[in-house]
């Protein structure tokens, strides 16, 4: 067992050893897991695993400690963020990752960090908390974030190598603090760690919130038949009515994942980005590159999945697949319809998870209608380390009064899922 570890700041993703880091997000992955197979039904697996709501709402909290490997946290998705420029100074985000080596020199834990000069492409706000800094006269930026650039996904932040445990993360937090110090930051935000993370965080003396997304739980459904059968009779014509209506115009979908994705795919796919972008945040964060990027290197672990109207592509959706879960993450059009938006981003990938066998598909931020599309209310977590102990004080006090109305709006979306009530 290493004697004594040491916190480094990296610079960029290129100057870490892909299998190191990646033995730090994803440990254990076998090579075989990593290349997912072809879709199926695993029907005979679906009878085992059927559970009832409430405990559904269980496993998932647990699924998101559990899960075998996050595509957002390997070294192939971080280092695209950069080598794209999708991640660079000019945009507000500075690659200052945190890594802690052993006394042989090698990494035996991980933070993927930035020192930012803004407050966007983070999901978990906090402008009001710079707003207050700037009225006092206190400099809020820079901060130091701990997350994945533009991805408000559930994932391990600080990435312990195997065999390294709690000593190596208690020399990844100090590590994150002296450099927040030296950098004169005014805080550290970690964005949508895990549970236990944020509990652990918690006791490292880091300030507590949560928020919360809706999910689509797969309770061993045999197929998207079995789970409209689980709605109440109201929402399973009305979804079955959006489908219809979604491709009546003679729109075709095609799902293309791996080798069938080609250059071509990802032109359209960016033109459609591109739209969605400048709607919602008036310049989209992701570049081109990084499309080809991930396209190259991580194509068995996404899901694109694209419309087609008179043989032309007019919308489409990447999704990304993890071991457990699906993630939506883009998604754009060149043509409006109507429920496209749904049946292209939330019914397919419903129906791409039961096929696979995956256990929820996380359907990014934000988005009330998806609960009546069978996503139901999970918790999401952030930790926060503020130097100045009187904003510390007043931005806890806050946070608690938010955790009760979070815990109280999660409540009421609980009893407005669509799921058929009672036997």
């Keep these: ?108 834990a991980a933070a993927p960090a930035y020192l930012k000069m803004h407050s966007m492409g983070e999901f978990v706000f906090d402008y009001g908390w710079a707003d207050a800094y700037q009225r006092a006269g206190v400099k809020y930026y820079p901060k130091l974030q701990v997350a994945v650039p533009f991805t408000p996904a559930t994932g391990r932040r600080l990435l312990v190598a195997p065999g390294h445990g709690e000593a190596a993360r208690r020399t990844l937090i100090a590590g994150l603090r002296s450099w927040r110090e030296k950098i004169e930051a005014s805080s550290i935000h970690i964005t949508f760690p895990t549970r236990s993370e944020w509990q652990a965080l918690g006791a490292s003396g880091f300030l507590q919130r949560t928020g919360q997304q809706f999910h689509f739980i797969n309770k061993g459904y045999a197929d998207f038949e079995a789970f409209l059968a689980d709605l109440a009779s109201r929402k399973r014509k009305m979804i079955r009515r959006e489908r219809k209506e979604a491709l009546a115009p003679g729109i075709e979908i095609e799902l293309l994942t791996g080798s069938a994705i080609k250059e071509s795919h990802w032109d359209s796919f960016f033109l459609f980005y591109q739209d969605t972008g400048a709607r919602k945040w008036g310049a989209p964060y992701l570049t081109r590159e990084f499309f080809s990027s991930v396209g190259a290197t991580m194509a068995e672990h996404i899901l694109l999945v694209m419309a087609k109207r008179n043989g032309r592509y007019i919308a489409g959706a990447i999704n990304f697949i993890g071991k457990d879960a699906l993630y939506g993450r883009n998604w754009g059009a060149i043509e409006e319809h109507p429920f496209l938006h749904f049946e292209v981003c939330y019914y397919q990938a419903i129906e791409f998870a039961i096929g696979r066998g995956l256990a929820r598909v996380e359907a990014g931020a934000q988005g009330e209608h998806k609960l009546a599309r069978g996503y139901g209310p999970v918790p999401t977590y952030s930790a926060h380390d503020i130097a100045d102990k009187r904003f510390a004080l007043a931005i806890d006090e806050y946070l608690q009064r938010e955790r009760v109305h979070i815990d109280a709006a999660m409540e009421e979306y609980g009893e407005l899922t669509p799921f058929r009530k009672g036997p």
Excluded at 1 to 25: F, G, K, L
Excluded at 70 to 81: G, Q, S, V
């Design 1 to 108: 067992m290493p004697s004594r570890y040491t916190a480094h700041v990296v610079q960029s993703m290129n100057e870490i050893d892909a299998a190191e880091w990646d033995a730090c997000a994803n440990p254990g992955v076998p090579e075989h897991e990593l290349n997912p197979p072809a879709p199926n039904r695993l029907a005979d697996a679906a009878e085992d695993r059927c559970v009832e709501d409430a405990a559904a709402r269980e496993l998932e909290q647990s699924k998101h400690e559990v899960e075998r490997f996050n595509p957002f946290i390997t070294h192939a998705f971080l280092k695209a963020l950069e080598t794209s420029k999708s991640v660079a100074p000019r945009h507000g985000w500075t690659s200052t990752h945190i890594v802690v080596k052993d006394d042989g020199g090698h990494i035996a």
